[in-house]
């Protein structure tokens, strides 16, 4: 079935420091999106992207869409303390309808 | 506060034993979708349900079994319990325009299968 190959499985940064994470797939998606997971709580959605090439921003948070399809990433800059969680890939099929995750990125974040 | 609303939070049971999950979607919302994260395994993608019929299958074991009844509410059931079986279960919801990905997550039940 689809996978999604998410790395850094972890990372543990200094507050101030610029983060970046990435997603790779052997499948196409229609739709790549990042979610964010707070201990205790559901995934949130952050950010989607819908087209190819799509750059795209929300605050600190900048994510891109790959040329091929079949990969996406995330850049979060100025980290701060609440930017702690487990971050998500997630790709999108129109044909199977189905959103599969990555395994997710734990970051940690020393003040 | 996503909107969607899952019940029990957490939830402990013996092997061999059922259970069911229960999920309501945020108001507007007609898609239901559930998910089981665990250690190792991530989130991963059980069912799809649109307005009450089944729109795609994930992983989903035969032992568990979904449906969304018509006020669009989810139940998920899991029978036959196993250890491995112990997990976060969410529940999402969507608008279905276009289905795009964007999901709106519960806080998840977690469930303790001793």
């Known amino acids: 079935g689809q996978q999604l190959n998410q790395s850094p499985q972890s990372m543990f940064i200094q507050e101030g420091e610029d983060v970046s994470m990435n997603c790779t797939s052997s499948?196409?998606?229609?739709?790549w999106l990042w979610y964010k997971q707070d201990p205790g709580e559901g995934p949130v959605l952050l950010i989607a992207?819908?087209?190819?090439?799509e750059l795209t921003s929300n605050g600190r948070l900048t994510a891109q869409f790959g040329i091929t399809r079949k990969d996406s990433f995330l850049n979060i800059s100025a980290s701060i303390p609440s930017d702690v969680g487990i971050y998500f890939c997630?790709?999108?099929?129109?044909?199977?309808?189905?959103?599969?995750f990555g395994q997710g990125t734990t970051l940690q974040v020393k003040p | 506060d996503s909107g969607v609303t899952q019940t029990p939070k957490h939830l402990i049971t013996a092997t061999g034993q059922r259970v069911t999950l229960r999920c309501s979607p945020r108001s507007e919302d007609l898609s239901v979708y559930w998910y089981q994260q665990s250690l190792d395994q991530g989130l991963q993608f059980l069912i799809h349900y649109y307005n009450g019929e089944e729109r795609a299958k994930g992983n989903i074991l035969e032992r568990f079994s979904a449906q969304q009844f018509p006020d669009l509410h989810s139940e998920l059931n899991l029978s036959s319990l196993e250890l491995g079986d112990s997990a976060l279960y969410f529940c999402?919801?969507?608008?279905?325009?276009?289905?795009?990905?964007?999901?709106?997550f519960g806080e998840g039940s977690r469930l303790t299968v001793l």
């Open positions: 499948s196409i998606f229609n739709t």
């Open positions: 997630a790709g999108h099929s129109s044909n199977t309808g189905k959103l599969i």
């Open positions: 999402a919801s969507s608008v279905e325009g276009v289905n795009t990905g964007e999901l709106f």
């Open positions: 992207l819908y087209k190819a090439g």
